[in-house]
């Protein structure tokens, strides 16, 4: 079993910053992709940022140049820096990863998600 734990989410004023981190935990081989997603009251579940076990970052067009997806492969744990935070940007925010077990079953994975609320 494998476990995605977020934490850094919470209150903060437009214009704003804040880190987000998730960790996976568990039964792990390995992990691809990692990703963080969002929603907002009665809207979809939408793709934020998602980054490559080598690296890579694609980011949702709303996002580019305010928020950075990072990862440590040696933490199993992956980032999300928001900066320049507005009040359209507030959402539960999801960690999602694609992971590999320790009994080579591949399955993806989400997090209990974490609130960030942007104030104007």
């Known amino acids: 079993q494998v476990q995605l734990v977020e934490s850094g989410g919470g209150l903060v004023q437009a214009g704003g910053s804040l880190r987000l981190s998730c960790a996976a935990s568990?039964?792990?081989?390995?992990?691809?992709?990692m990703a963080w997603y969002r929603q907002a009251p009665g809207k979809q579940r939408d793709l934020v940022a998602r980054?490559?076990?080598?690296?890579?970052?694609y980011y949702g067009d709303s996002v580019k140049g305010r928020f950075t997806i990072s990862r440590d492969n040696a933490k199993n744990t992956v980032y999300l820096e928001m900066n320049s935070l507005e009040p359209e940007d507030t959402a539960v925010y999801f960690c999602?990863?694609?992971?590999?077990?320790?009994?080579?079953?591949?399955?993806?994975?989400w997090g209990q998600g974490t609130q960030v609320t942007v104030s104007s």
């Open positions: 999602n990863a694609a992971v590999v077990s320790t009994k080579g079953v591949w399955k993806n994975y």
């Open positions: 568990g039964s792990i081989f390995s992990i691809y992709d």
């Open positions: 980054i490559t076990s080598g690296g890579d970052a």
